[in-house]
């Protein structure tokens, strides 16, 4: 049973900054890969980002690179994703999920909750 709870999100304005994280319990050190997963209002659901548990990150996505870092501290059992420069577009429910491999959110067995980002303009 793995549980992932999200934390950090919240109201900032264009080019602040936030930093998530997604604290794990469980067997979540049974899956190679986290991810964090967004969805904003009227889109679907993309994957921003994935680290192994190593700390090889394997993907960002490109509307991100350069502004997003992935990160992962395993003795916390916690993975975090640093969010600069923020952007209006970037709003949007921040989830990280495990549990899968790819880039679908269809890969991914665990979830948490979400915490709502909202950057205003």
């Known amino acids: 049973q793995v549980q992932l709870v999200e934390s950090g999100g919240g109201l900032v304005q264009t080019g602040g900054s936030l930093r998530l994280s997604c604290t794990t319990s469980?067997?979540?050190?049974?899956?190679?890969?986290m991810a964090w997963f967004r969805q904003a209002p009227g889109k679907e659901r993309e994957c921003v980002a994935k680290i192994k548990w190593s700390g090889i990150i394997t993907y960002y996505a490109d509307s991100v690179k350069g502004r997003f870092t992935i990160s992962r501290d395993s003795a916390k059992k916690t993975v975090y994703l640093q969010m600069d420069s923020l952007k209006p577009e970037d709003t949007a429910v921040y989830s990280c999920a495990t549990g899968g491999a790819g880039l679908s959110s269809d890969d991914y067995e665990y979830w948490g909750r979400g915490t709502q980002v909202t950057v205003s303009s």
């Open positions: 469980g067997r979540a050190f049974n899956w190679y890969t």
